[in-house]
């Protein structure tokens, strides 16, 4: 079983900043995308930023430049480090992984989210 668990959401004013985690452990030989995504109430669910295992990263339009997404690949670990924040980002921000086990099928995962919340 692979498992997917976000960490560091909370409350900030806005210019603030905050770091997300998400940590993939379990049976897994290896992740091959992970990104960060988030839902605000009353809107769909969004991509906000994703990494590949090589290091390739995407943004949203609305978060480039504030907003960076990177891996460290020893402790399995993705961050999202958000500077700048404003009441706009405010969402439940969720981790998806996908991934590899040798000799199982290939595996993907949502985390079950972490609140952000930017006060004006």
């Known amino acids: 079983q692979v498992h997917v668990v976000e960490s560091g959401g909370g409350l900030v004013q806005s210019g603030g900043s905050l770091r997300l985690s998400c940590a993939v452990s379990?049976?897994?030989?290896?992740?091959?995308?992970t990104g960060w995504y988030r839902q605000a109430p009353g809107t769909q669910r969004e991509m906000v930023a994703t990494v590949t295992s090589s290091g390739s990263t995407t943004y949203a339009d609305s978060v480039k430049g504030r907003f960076t997404i990177f891996r460290d690949s020893a402790k399995n670990t993705v961050y999202l480090q958000m500077n700048s924040l404003n009441p706009e980002d405010s969402a439940v921000y969720y981790c998806h992984a996908d991934g590899f086990t040798i000799g199982a099928p290939p595996w993907d995962r949502w985390g079950r989210g972490t609140q952000v919340t930017v006060s004006s």
């Open positions: 379990g049976r897994t030989s290896g992740t091959a995308h």
